[in-house]
């Protein structure tokens, strides 16, 4: 934090209000009563400054939405600008009973504001007729005071900043039922035990408001930095999974083939790999029906072929003992021509 305990004492942090007003609950925060005023530990408020601030951060950092409330007089200009900073949503006219706790139907009535600021923006609302349009100007005037801050109200908020405790009693116990954590600015006439993160401070002066106000717009802006650095990943968008590319490299890694194999051998892997994993499955698929016909051909002309080799070798049987019978007839052919 850019805040010291100085800064804090400066500002009037320290004044709480007169003891007959106090609040028992508050008193581990109090240090003394002076003049019939309670004198806030601006130690104690340092440090629990400090952690509501890293808590402040840590939602903003998420990604999620805090809620600054601070509808009374001093607290409504510093809480406009820390929103117009952080483009926070915010409330400083009126809290309305059930903002939090009946969300569904406030965000019904949002919705219809919207829709008639899109009708006065494109000149629609001036072409209806006179009571009409008038009606819904009177409706809208209502509106405004009510949805001022809320217009970029994503659903429920993550937190809420609040400035003065006691005076925005129903917004923390709407807060305290839905179990959201609340950061606010504790005077002495308020119950801390309410509070997620409390601040014990001025809550009546406008410049101890901006003092702290300050410290939360720095929490804010951080946590922004932080959510940026690091965005949240989306459930819309499916990652692309990209195939490494070996091949075109510049700066190849030295690689040492061990004993028996040779580059060739990489090459023909390298050739299978590059012509797709697509055209496997097919060779494969073609080669089986040829694998499996081949023993049915070959099956069928084996009991054909033992007859003919049996009639080649009957055949050749009673052709030797010819040959010799012809052998044997020359001699005897030699009486008769002698």
Not at 107 to 129: I, W
Not at 165 to 190: F, G, H, M, T
Not at 280 to 306: D, G, R
Not at 326 to 336: F, I, L, N, Q, Y
Request: hydrophobic share 35%; glycine share 6%.
């Amino acid at each position: 934090m850019n805040v010291t305990v100085k800064d804090l004492l400066d500002a009037g942090v320290h004044f709480g209000h007169q003891v007959r007003r106090w609040n028992p609950k508050s008193k581990p925060y109090v240090y003394d009563n002076r003049h019939g005023i309670s004198i806030i530990d601006l130690e104690k408020t340092y440090d629990l400054l400090e952690k509501a601030a890293h808590a402040v951060e840590e939602v903003v950092s998420h990604g999620k939405q805090v809620l600054l409330v601070g509808t009374k007089r001093q607290a409504q200009e510093p809480v406009r600008e820390l929103a117009a900073a952080t483009n926070m949503p915010f409330c400083v006219n009126r809290w309305m009973g059930g903002t939090l706790t009946n969300h569904e139907t406030v965000s019904t009535s949002l919705a219809k504001y919207k829709k008639f600021l899109r009708m006065e923006d494109d000149g629609s609302l001036d072409k209806l007729p006179g009571k009409e349009s008038a009606a819904i100007r009177r409706q809208m005037s209502r509106m405004h005071r009510n949805f001022e801050g809320l217009l970029n109200l994503q659903g429920l908020p993550s937190a809420l900043f609040v400035i003065d405790s006691y005076n925005e009693s129903i917004a923390i116990a709407e807060a305290n039922r839905l179990k959201i954590p609340v950061i606010a600015l504790v005077d002495s006439n308020s119950d801390p035990s309410l509070i997620t993160h409390p601040i014990p401070g001025n809550d009546d002066s406008t410049k101890s408001i901006r003092i702290i106000v300050d410290v939360i717009l720095d929490a804010i802006q951080s946590g922004a930095s932080r959510r940026v650095e690091a965005p949240t990943r989306r459930k819309d968008i499916t990652p692309i999974a990209q195939e490494p590319d070996f091949v075109d490299q510049e700066d190849e890694p030295e690689v040492t083939l061990p004993e028996g194999y040779e580059e060739s051998d990489f090459d023909e892997r390298k050739k299978s790999f590059d012509s797709g994993p697509n055209q496997e499955p097919e060779a494969t698929v073609a080669a089986e029906p040829e694998a499996t016909a081949e023993p049915e051909a070959a099956a069928e002309p084996e009991p054909e072929a033992e007859p003919e080799a049996e009639a080649e070798k009957g055949e050749e049987a009673p052709t030797e003992p010819q040959g010799e019978n012809t052998e044997g007839d020359t001699p005897a052919e030699d009486p008769v021509k002698a």
